[in-house]
């Protein structure tokens, strides 16, 4: 049975894969409390990873849909954390976002705003989080972005 979070997701035309896999020597979440801290997820889709700097091949929409990208991932990995019921998600507590853009490039806050605005739109108010979002010189395998979140669940 589809619960009410992913109901909402294929609404929007999202369905949640499995979870990424770690890269190397750590995991993907640890759960402390009622707390999950998800590891960075970096920006890639069914299609493969998105790649390139902003400010210099990656304009202010593909950096944005490459954010969404990566908040997708995330709720991937909460979903894995909640033994596969989102609906435990009680809301996104913060949200920690690097942009691969140049050193001129100032509009980090607006491509992470991919994220963001899509959480509020699955979640309601319960996307709406703190959050930072930081310029980075380069990002692992060149992607455009890179977001670690913090979660509650229930």
Same mark, same amino acid.
């Given at each position: 049975m589809t619960g009410q979070i992913e109901t909402r997701l294929a609404q929007l035309g999202v369905t949640l894969s499995d979870a990424p896999a770690p890269a190397a020597?750590? !995991?993907?979440? !640890?759960?402390?409390?009622?707390? !999950?801290?998800v590891s960075g997820q970096i920006s890639q889709t069914a299609e493969g990873l998105i790649t390139g700097k902003l400010g210099n091949d990656v304009n202010l929409e593909g950096g944005a849909n490459a954010a969404k990208a990566c908040a997708v991932a995330l709720l991937s990995q909460v979903k894995a954390a909640c033994d596969g019921d989102l609906d435990r998600l009680v809301r996104v507590v913060k949200l920690t976002g690097f942009v691969n853009s140049t050193p001129d490039f100032t509009d980090q806050p607006k491509v992470i705003n991919g994220a963001s605005d899509f959480l509020v739109d699955a979640l309601g108010d319960a996307g709406r989080h703190a959050r930072a979002a930081v310029s980075a010189a380069s990002l692992p395998l060149g992607v455009a972005v890179e977001i670690e979140g913090i979660f509650q669940i229930k």
């Open positions: 020597n750590y !995991v993907p979440f !640890v759960q402390s409390g009622d707390l !999950v801290y």
